[in-house]
């Protein structure tokens, strides 16, 4: 299996500021990966896929990139809507795994 | 419209059985691949089965197979989880996600019904 490794587990930031999420994989995705945002009690939201590709909807401050086992999702001047969990996601081979997941929070 | 809308969910023994249901509405159901996703309390996302648009194609986590079947009814709009031999650990939030066309991560998502597995 794929393992995704997602750092920092928790980010502390202020509105305005730049968060920077990693996510790692164990060996090549190619460009086959995903970013998704979630809030309290609501479902995951897709945001970013095949690496860099912004889904229907989503803000340009939100934006992807990497390719092979490294991938960044970078939030520019954070939001106040922006402080979620985030999850990487990989669809290269089964079964598909998600990362552990980077928790943005209100420094 | 998109929507999914899970149902199904509730207490069940260890050792018991339960079908989850996922209505789809908004979209033509039968040209979208479907998954199904957990989220144990407190913890990360678990992607845990996945059916092909024509109900041909199926797959799961090791996790749940031989214990869990994934199934889907194109007339009805419906995708289906029967869950059996539960454990402690398969309680969770399950999640219906509609695949993005040609690709397996999930444009849609429902949300959610809870299984929890407990004496």
């Known amino acids: 299996d794929i393992v995704l490794t997602q750092s920092p587990a928790i980010l502390s930031l202020s509105p305005g500021e730049t968060a920077t999420l990693s996510c790692r994989a164990s060996q090549s995705v190619s460009s086959s990966s995903a970013w998704y945002q979630q809030k309290p009690g609501q479902p995951p939201r897709l945001l970013i896929y095949d690496a860099s ?55 | 419209e998109v ?6 969910g509730g207490l069940v023994q260890p050792g018991g059985s339960l079908r989850l249901s996922c209505a789809a509405s908004g979209f033509t159901f039968n040209t979208y691949d479907m998954s199904w996703v957990r989220q144990a309390p407190g913890k990360g996302l678990e992607w845990v089965s996945a059916i092909g648009n024509s109900n041909t194609a199926t797959t799961y986590a090791d996790s749940v197979k031989g214990r869990f079947t994934i199934s889907r ?22 999640y219906c996600a509609r695949a993005r066309v040609t690709a397996w991560d999930f444009d849609y998502w429902g ?4 299984v929890t597995v407990s004496s």
């Open chain 2, 73 to 94: 009814d194109n007339s009805k709009n419906s995708l289906y989880l029967q869950m059996n031999s539960l454990r402690a650990d398969d309680t969770a939030m399950y």
């Open chain 1, 53 to 107: 590709n912004r889904a229907s909807g989503v803000p340009a401050r939100f934006s992807g990139s990497g390719s092979g086992t490294d991938f960044t999702l970078t939030i520019t001047s954070l939001e106040p809507e922006d402080f979620a969990v985030y999850y990487c996601q990989q669809r290269s081979s089964w079964p598909l795994t998600f990362g552990g997941g980077t928790k943005v929070e209100i420094k």
């Open chain 2, 3 to 8: 929507q999914v809308l899970e149902s199904g």
């Open chain 2, 111 to 114: 949300q959610g019904t809870l």
